[in-house]
């Protein structure tokens, strides 16, 4: 190993793993220009703010970025495969979080843009390992992935309730119902519980049909949780431990039972355990 | 099989199955008809876009409805019993759907009917095969059908409820609360925490009873849930474990039973559990 | 038995049971009236109707209560223990929904007694004998009893954040947060996700603080139904099969069953069932 | 034992011990003076009643604030390990919240002061003894401690929701919409389903967006319960089964284990099962 690639090798480890001294280090700081990057958009929205200090978070903000440039770059020397880190979900995020700040010297009017930058907070979840840590998110996925088309109904059958509700209401309200889309919006504010009450019914028969989906939206509440925590719940148990007893058929036992809870035989009998009764 | 049955063979084919590729488009174009006659009914509704395209929503419409006209003839004809599918749920829906548009010619003020058209949404089920595909579908009605009375019974609690705070925050409050019906209501949009705030106690013991029935609303939000999963989950068991015993012909063995709870058999006497009673 | 005492048994019959085709006649006909009285009750709170057809509602009015009266009497003369039913919780029920009319006459004022004739509609869980059929009211109300000490604790935490929360958004805010029992309420409103609109926070910490009440009350709406659903499923299954298998010591068998589901041992061994596989 | 310190010891019996009819007598008073306490405390801060009876209330205050002041001398006096007392939560809770009182008679504006008065409500907990009834509180608190980290990640996520919906929203509509945090704020109100109605969408893309967020927050409502709920049965399995194997000290069966998991001993020697492997 030359020293070129030492010095590389080195980069690496910093910038991309955590388990050295400077490699927390290099976590922390990062995770303190995050927070001051979002804390920069929050602050550049806020008019009375802006008005103020406005220039001096325009000069934060450029310091910001060019330290994201700079990491960007050192980022594209250390690992081996440039292509593959720019195409990666974090390559990209990386990349499209810098651009909108060069931008804004060319278009004036780069306002939309600057929100792109937010999406830098994802990178927390990366330098905290939380994905890793969770060990309920693969499980979480798999639900997910399965009740998908359950979720595809459910949220069919919803827009089915708006649409043929709206309808109605639009029909016997009329005034703030102005159109079915609008009624639709109504109907998906009142189904959910939030009530805005910025369109709410006057009249008898609107007052009658709105109390029926309050009472629905109220009642199917827990529906979509419940078709996840089904689904969640049997891919945990599939996950934990599949063994059946040999001798008395008992299922369900815990992740870490090497015997079986019921007749006490050896679960998988491939293990030769030191502490073995039998 | 002549000519004259072999082509009704295939149209029956055509429109009513999807195994073949004419099917498959068949329903594609479907799918996009009803898509497209439901955004029509959408846009008639919002005044502004009706004001600028309302003309080219009224030809569109009528292509539509005339497609689905030519679409339920060809379905008369292809059907061998025409009355029992003049009478079943998608026959009915495909019929009613039509008239309207053809109503508006003699009546100018088919603004009501016109929304009957919604309901074609109804026939992407039947499209897409939903209900087939969901196996839960089955145990749900099931369960709605065994939790009837409970269903009424916590309906019945919920009108008594609203009735009788209703009446009494009619009496304490006055002003906004102009009648009990209109008190009901409020009541309905409160223990459902929805909220809407065009109704909103003044009063201070006013304010007391609407705080008691906000933490009752929500107390009790998950009952209705808790009622339907219950049953929900002792339907899904029944349904997994389907041995009936050979001896004694009980059903409804739990889905981990071994022997019948009823005479001690074995209920699958292809397994040979060491530990047999007899 | 003699005419007298015959008439009484059958008048009994009539208004106390309903397996007689009389009986049920006469209890349909009180379902009509109490609908009927709680229709009355409802529409003379409506200023509009009650001053186009006030009058009838007076006369219909007067025409349910003679005939609650007649009713009442009738029952006094058909039971053996006059006094037993004049005390119980129906009979205080019919007494009491029957005297605001008659009051009415003495004084003009007596708007708010006649709610009290609402209460009629506690009668119809009688008639309809609901409570007998859904079997769950008694593990329903064990639950609840076994659960006080909880709930009374839930409700103290209720009020102890709210009473903080309301102080601080109190000193925080002022204008719409114009006293501390105002602030609670608006906490209440805000912790159970109702949300009127009427108070709402403007400065910035007061927002924080509420958003931090939002995240609270969302994420423990399901606390109380919680605590309930725990106790309820205990008290259901100690009152389904408290039988542990003297072979295999497995627990939790079905209501119905006989034999162990899992070493297919008699359960209750005190049982000489004729179908005994041993 | 003198007189002196028999005397310290019947002090410390009734104020800190609950078994002895004096003590429960000091309980009863010191719930009394607390209620009072915090009633003053609420009607002290709605301007008509203070204009009316501030006077009297100041009175009472002074009345109730000597008396608290007297028992923290006492426990002072009583207890062996004074600046134990002092450092402990209600130590401390008890001397912050009579200072706010004496504290008025140099500061005229202590308002904010005085609401640090209703901490005195904690005391209640200790008083009733409730934390000790309550055997489900452990279990509780293993299971948020056990729950952190999901917890966290939840708020983060929902943290990361609001940021990027809250920032979209910003640029949609705008108006209402002023700056981010005002965005984000709205957008916490409307996942948590409150909807007080101040800040709504107006634009088509606003209110698509905003249903989206109703629908998200509908479907997510039980997922922090579900979290907690998950942890806690199991913590609560984990408890209920005590046992620990005499051969290899393993902890943790289930409730229904005989024999061990681990090592397939018999985990209660005293029962002497038919189908005993060994």
């Known amino acids: 190993m030359n020293g070129s690639l030492k010095w590389k090798y080195e980069l690496h480890e910093i910038i991309f793993e955590s388990d050295t001294v400077k490699g927390k280090i290099f976590d922390i700081i990062l995770l303190f220009f995050i927070s001051l990057s979002t804390l920069i958009i929050m602050l550049e929205s806020v008019s009375k703010i802006n008005n103020e200090i406005g220039f001096w978070l325009y000069i934060l903000d450029w310091w910001v970025t060019i330290s994201f440039t700079i990491e960007y770059f050192l980022r594209l020397i250390s690992v081996k495969n440039r292509w593959k880190y720019m195409t990666s979900f974090y390559g990209l995020i990386d990349l499209l979080t810098i651009i909108p700040t060069y931008l804004s010297i060319f278009f004036i009017q780069s306002h939309y843009l600057a929100i792109i930058r937010i999406f830098r907070l994802f990178r927390v979840f990366k330098i905290l390992k939380l994905a890793n840590y969770i060990d309920e998110s693969n499980t979480m996925l798999i639900t997910l992935k399965n009740s998908k088309r359950k979720i595809f109904v459910f949220l069919y059958f919803i827009l089915l309730i708006t649409l043929i509700l709206g309808a109605l209401m639009y029909v016997i309200e009329g005034e703030n119902f102005s159109s079915i889309p609008q009624s639709m919006y109504w109907a998906i504010v009142t189904l959910t519980t939030v009530g805005y009450g910025d369109i709410a019914p006057h009249t008898v028969l609107g007052k009658i049909i709105a109390s029926g989906i309050m009472i629905l939206g ?56 030191t502490d073995n009764p039998e």
């Not at 009642?219 to 148990?237: D, H």
């Not at 599939?238 to 007749?263: F, G, L, P, W």
Request: charged share 20%; glycine share 4%.
């Open 218 to 273: 109220y009642s199917i509440i827990s529906v979509p949780a419940g078709l996840l925590s089904v689904e969640y719940r049997r891919n945990k148990i599939y996950k934990q431990n599949t063994q059946v007893c040999r001798y008395c058929m008992a299922e369900n036992h815990e992740v870490d039972a090497i015997y079986c809870k019921r007749c006490g035989h050896l679960l998988n009998e491939n293990l030769n355990t």
